[in-house]
């Protein structure tokens, strides 16, 4: 059995107690980090169906499609699964910041000593 998740063609995805998996975002171009969410079945099969990201939002309880009410849809280029089948990764095209924010990227401050330092 973990052979076939490990190599096998079929797709498994090992969903946590909540029923999501981890999805890595980045923009397919340049490789940058964008975000990081997570996916329920129901958002993997949009995803896959659509060729744009859905997510599974834990906060509202609710699916939602990346861009749905800012028009910064990501469309998916390349869908990866990891090697046990626990994460997937998105390779997109945004088309527009991928953070609520503004920010081009979720991960636009780092930790220095402590502090958070946005990037310049």
Known sequence: MIDDIEHGSNLAPRWDAAGLITAVVTDR??????MVAHM????LKHTIDSGEAWFWSRSRGALWKKGETSGNVMRVAELRIDCDQDAVWLKVEPAG????????????????GGALVGES
């Open 40 to 43: 329920n079945a129901d958002a």
């Open 97 to 112: 910041p991928a953070c609520h924010t503004g920010e081009r990227s979720c991960f636009y401050r780092r930790i220095d």
């Open 29 to 34: 171009n340049s490789g940058e980090l964008l």
